[in-house]
């Protein structure tokens, strides 16, 4: 008991105390790392528009090496989720000057209009699935948000 009321020792709160005679780099760390919530920019800006893959970002994050054994697409993935693809937003946001709009259809070009807004996606996406259903005899589908999240088809 007679440790904790010398002059350095400090209470972080009810439970928690420091005695900075004792204490080493790890338990700052430690101290650091409680103290610090810290929300990967990712999460949040999949949030303003698409509270779904925000919420299902960690556990999507986790399993993308259990799901996609491809190192190109599992590299894809990491940048699609972490939306760290180049598109001509962002170019515009570095001062590259390019054209912000689409040539196919005259919109503003950003993650999720490429990959859940543009039909030309929906018709691919529905095009491969049939494919594969009538190659395998089986009835899968899947959706635009099912490929952003590595989530397999369900078969209904």
Not at 52 to 64: E, F, G, K, L, M
Not at 111 to 139: C, G, M, V, Y
Request: hydrophobic fraction near 35%.
């Amino acid at each position: 008991m007679n440790k904790f009321l010398t002059k350095n020792t400090f209470f972080l709160s009810e439970n928690k105390s420091a005695n900075f005679d004792e204490i080493r780099c790890r338990q700052y760390y430690e101290m650091f790392i409680e103290s610090s919530a810290c929300v990967p920019t990712a999460i949040s800006s999949w949030g303003k528009n698409q509270p779904v893959i925000a919420n299902s970002w960690d556990s999507t994050v986790a399993s993308t090496y259990k799901v996609i054994s491809n190192n190109k697409l599992r590299q894809f993935s990491f940048k699609l989720l972490h939306r760290v693809l180049v598109t001509k937003k962002e170019l515009k946001m570095f001062g590259i000057p390019n054209d912000e709009k689409r040539v196919m259809c005259n919109e503003l070009n950003y993650i999720e209009h490429t990959f859940l807004d543009r039909p030309e996606f929906s018709k691919l996406l529905d095009a491969s699935i049939q494919w594969f259903n009538k190659r395998h005899s089986i009835a899968l589908t899947i959706s635009p948000y099912d490929v952003i999240l590595n989530q397999e088809p369900t078969a209904p």
